[in-house]
C-alpha cells in the first residue's frame, strides 16, 4: 500500500478504538446517573443490602466518571482528544494511553492513565532499551476524531509483517505547530529525560534546572499532575501550590493541570501570594534589590517597633486626688520593654497594659514614699487598670498594627531612616521613602513580600472580631480553579512547585517557604535567565524555605524545544561570557528562517514596529508578541490601540519571563540591556519567547557582541 493508504488506514483503526472509549465514556455516564438514583433510594430505606453491594462495585466506576467528567469538560475539542497513544509490546499486548483511565464492562482497560506504571514505557522506551515495546505510536485527535498517527520502531527485528509503520516523529510535528494563548501539556510527547523528573520521588526537593524552552515549566506541571495521582491520599486533601512570577504566567499556564484532569492545584503569581492582594506592578531594579534584600526585614522589625505617629507622648491619670503621669522617655522605656519580651506587638496589649500599670503605681509609690504613706499595689492596679481613660490611652499608644500602616510610616524618610540606620545607605533610603510615600500607583510585586513578613512579626488582631486583612478591607479568595476554599493565610500545602525561581528575592523565598511548612517541593530554574542581582544571599533564603528536608534531587534538562535552532544561535550570542560553559541549552529543530535585526532610528521605531508586527500577524497563525523594556510597555501598547487582533500582546521584559509566541518583535534590545545590572540576562530571556519568527529593532546596534 501506498503511505497515504496505509496512514489512512491506520487512522481507522485507532478510529474504531477512540470511538469504543467514547461509547463506554457514555455507558459509564448513564450508570453513574443510574447510581445517583439508587443512592437517593438508599436514603429511602429501600432495598439496602443489594444496593450497599452495588455501591461499592460501582464506586470506582463513579470516580472514574467523574474524574473523566472535569477532564473533557476542559479538554479543548480542536486540539486534544482523550486518548492520545498507543504501545504494542513483543509479547503481542496491546495498551492504549490517554489522559485518564477508562476500563469496559469486564473491568479490562480501554484506555490507561498517563501516569499510572503500565504507561510508563510510552515516556521511558527507547531502541536502546525498548522495555519490550515494538511499536510506539502517537495518535493525534481532536476531540473524538483521529486526525492522525506517528510511529516509532523501537524493536525492529520484533515488528510483525502485519504491523504497519506510519509517520516519522510526533514531537517535531508537536513543536512545529503554532502555539496559542494559553500552554499545553505536552502528555503525547514527554521525551524520557523529562518523564525521569516527572516521576521522580515526592518527598524531598526536587530541583529542575535547564535553559530556555527545555519544558521545565511544562515539566514542572506534569510532575504536579502525576504526584496527584499516585499520592492522592498524601498530597491531595493538603494540596499542591504553584508559583510562577506573574499573573500574565499564570494565567498562560492555567489550563495545562484542568486538561489533565487536576482542578485542585492553586496558582498564584509571587504579586498575588498573601490573601487580599493583587500586585502587579514591577519596580525599578535598583529598589525591587532594596526591598528584596534581607537587610529589609531588620528594618521592619524596628520599624514596628517605633512610636506610632499617632500616639500621645505622655500619660496623665489620676489616682486618690494625685496626678500620676508617665513621661515621653518613661513611656518609651515601656515600649522597649514590651517589645523585647518576644511576643508579637498585637498579641502584647495585655502586656503592655501590665506595664504601664505596674510604671504607674511605682509612680505612686515613689510620691508615697515621700510623704511616709503606704500604697495597696493591687487595688491600683485594679483601679486603674479598669478605667475607660486608661483603655483609650492604651489604644491609641499602643494600636492593633497593620502591615500595609507599616510600610506607609516608612514613606516619612526620617522614620525610614531611624529604622534603616547602619542598614540601608543614605541613597537607598531616600529612594525607598520617595517610593513608600507616593502610594497612588499601588503595591508592587516586591512590596507584597514586606507586607507579607511583617504580617508575621506583626502578629494577628488581638480578638478576632473580623478577619485580619493586611489592607484592614475583605480579601478576595482565589484559587486557580474556584474549588478549593482554604483558610485566610493557608500554610499547610503537601507540595509547592516554584516556576522561575532563580529571580525569587530572599524577603520572596520567606514568602514562600511561610506557605510550604510541610511541603516537599519541585523547584524550577535557570540561572543565566536570572535577574536577581545577588544570588548567593537568594540561595541562602531558598535553602532555609525549605527547611530540613532531607532528600535533594537535581535535573538538568539540556533540550530546547521552543525555539527554532536559527532564532537561539542569536540568543546565545548576548549570555555569552555571561553563562558558564555548558549551561546553554541545544535547540532541536531547525526552520530555515533566521531571525532579521533591523536598524532603525529612534523617530521611526513606531512605524517600524507597526509594520514587524503586521508582517508576523500575516505570516504565522499563532500568537505574536512585542517585548519591550518595562518603562515603554504603554507606550507600545499605545502604538497598536487600534490592532483589533486577539493573537498580538505587548509585553514588558520581566513579564516576558516563561511565556512564548509564535513570533516575536524586540523593541530596542539595548534598552533591555541598561534597564538593570543583571540586563544582559534579561535580553537573553526576551530573546528567547519565539518559536517560529523574530525580529530585532534596534536603534543602538551595542546590545550584540561582535562575533
Ligand atoms: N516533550 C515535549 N513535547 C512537546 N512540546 C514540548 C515538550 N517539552 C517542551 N515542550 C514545549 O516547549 C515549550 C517550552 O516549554 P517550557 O515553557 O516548559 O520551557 P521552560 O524550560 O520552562 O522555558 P523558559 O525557561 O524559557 O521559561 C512549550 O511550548 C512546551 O509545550
Known sequence: MSEPRVRRAEIAVEQAHVDRVYTQLAALKAQAEAM????????????????????????????????????????????????????????????????LGIRDAEFDNLVTDWRAPAAAAFYQATAEEPMDVVRRRVIRCSGPNVLDVDDDVLIADAVPEDMQIVGEGALMAALGRSRGEKMRDIVATIQKEQDEVIRAPWRGVTEITGGPGTGKTAVALHRAAYLLYRHRRQLGGAGVLVIGPSGVFTSYISRVLPSMGETNVELRALGEVLDGLEATRQDSSPLAAVKGSLRMRRVLLRALRDTPPEAPDELRIVYRGEVLKLTERELEKVRRKAHTQGAPPNRSRVRVAELLLDALAAKAEGYAKEDGRQIDRAELITDLGERIEFHRFLVVWWPVLYPAQILKWLGNEKRLAAAAKGVLNRGEITMLAADLADRSHGWSVA?????????????????????????????????????????????????????????????????????????????????????????????????????????????????????????????????????????????????????????VERTGMEAATQGAVKELLGSVEGTVGVITAMDRVEEVASWFAATADERLKVVGSLDSKGLEYDAVVLVEPMELVTESTTGRRVLYVALTRATQQLIVLASDPDWLPSA
Do not use: C
Not at 50 to 71: K, Y
Not at 90 to 97: A, N, Q, S
Open 447 to 599: 512590596d507584597v513580600a514586606l507586607l507579607d513578613e511583617l504580617r508575621v512579626l506583626i502578629g494577628p488582631e488581638p480578638k478576632r472580631r473580623r478577619r485580619q486583612t493586611v489592607l484592614e478591607a475583605e480579601p478576595e479568595r482565589r484559587g486557580s480553579t474556584g474549588t478549593t476554599h482554604r483558610p485566610e493565610h493557608y500554610d499547610e500545602y503537601s507540595h509547592v512547585v516554584v516556576d522561575e525561581s532563580q529571580d525569587l528575592s530572599p524577603m520572596q523565598w520567606r514568602m514562600v517557604g511561610r506557605r510550604g511548612k510541610y511541603a516537599s517541593w519541585t523547584v524550577v530554574g535557570d540561572p543565566v535567565q536570572s535577574s536577581w542581582p545577588d544570588p548567593d544571599e537568594a540561595a541562602a533564603a531558598r535553602d532555609q524555605a525549605f527547611g530540613a528536608k532531607t532528600a535533594r534531587r537535581r535535573y538538568t534538562l539540556r533540550t530546547n524545544y521552543r525555539n527554532s535552532a536559527e532564532i537561539f544561535d542569536l540568543a546565545a550570542k548576548v549570555v555569552i561570557g555571561h553563562a558558564e560553559a555548558g549551561e546553554l541549552p541545544r535547540a532541536v529543530r531547525t526552520t530555515g528562517i533566521t531571525p532579521e535585526v533591523r536598524p
Open 36 to 99: 445517583r438514583t439508587k443512592g437517593y433510594e438508599i436514603g429511602q430505606g429501600a432495598q439496602r443490602e443489594a444496593i450497599f453491594e452495588q455501591a461499592s462495585m460501582l464506586f470506582e466506576r463513579d470516580m472514574m466518571v467523574h474524574h473523566a467528567n472535569q477532564t473533557l469538560q476542559t479538554l479543548d475539542a480542536e486540539y486534544e482528544g482523550l486518548v492520545f497513544g498507543r504501545l504494542d509490546h513483543r509479547d503481542g499486548e496491546l495498551i492504549y494511553v490517554g489522559r
